[in-house]
């Protein structure tokens, strides 16, 4: 996960001054500065992976977060956001056409999963507008069937 990917580059930053410093700086306390660097670290991975000529699924936790109600940018109303911290977390979901919100379902003893690309309170997106709003044990060949369909639908042609 991506948000691992955070925690091993934190650490490598926080080792590195350890030495640098020759053990006067706490290797388990974090500054401000380290995590900027982290931030910065994680916009060059995304960018990297992004980069690779494959389609590329970056997985990360949640965590809860507070932002402005959008109907009237008054009230404070709690999201599920990516766990990353916020430059590199807006970075990422600038850079990808499809979020995803997973999640799973219990009912009458069976559990099931469901990925939403639309639902209120999480940034889940579809930038295409081709996937349904939620899909039931979503996988990644059923995901990219629906951008198979747009692609005979619009003549194969690429925008």
């Given at each position: 996960?991506?948000?691992?990917?955070?925690?091993?580059?934190?650490?490598?930053?926080?080792?590195?001054?350890?030495?640098?410093?020759?053990?006067?700086?706490?290797?388990?306390?974090?500054?401000?500065?380290?995590?900027?660097?982290t931030?910065?670290?994680?916009?060059?991975?995304?960018?990297?992976f992004?980069?690779?000529?494959?389609?590329?699924?970056?997985?990360?936790?949640?965590?809860?977060?507070?932002?402005?109600?959008?109907?009237?940018?008054?009230?404070?109303?709690?999201?599920?956001?990516?766990?990353?911290?916020?430059?590199?977390?807006?970075?990422?979901?600038?850079?990808?056409?499809?979020?995803?919100y997973?999640?799973?379902?219990?009912?009458?003893?069976?559990?099931?999963?469901?990925?939403?690309?639309?639902?209120?309170g999480?940034?889940?997106?579809?930038?295409?507008?081709?996937?349904?709003?939620?899909?039931?044990?979503?996988?990644?060949?059923?995901?990219?069937?629906?951008?198979?369909?747009?692609?005979?639908?619009?003549?194969g042609?690429?925008?």
């Amino acid at each position: 996960t991506l948000t691992k990917g955070a925690e091993l580059a934190l650490v490598e930053i926080l080792g590195a001054k350890a030495i640098r410093t020759k053990g006067q700086k706490d290797p388990y306390k974090a500054e401000q500065d380290d995590y900027g660097r982290t931030g910065r670290i994680l916009k060059t991975w995304i960018t990297m992976f992004l980069a690779l000529d494959m389609n590329v699924v970056f997985s990360l936790h949640e965590r809860e977060d507070e932002a402005p109600d959008e109907e009237d940018g008054e009230n404070i109303v709690r999201w599920m956001v990516p766990d990353l911290q916020g430059s590199a977390r807006n970075f990422l979901c600038g850079q990808v056409n499809i979020i995803g919100y997973a999640y799973r379902v219990s009912k009458d003893g069976k559990i099931s999963f469901r990925m939403a690309f639309d639902r209120p309170g999480t940034v889940a997106a579809d930038r295409y507008n081709v996937l349904p709003r939620v899909m039931p044990n979503p996988s990644y060949s059923k995901i990219m069937e629906y951008y198979t369909k747009e692609d005979e639908f619009d003549g194969g042609s690429e925008d």
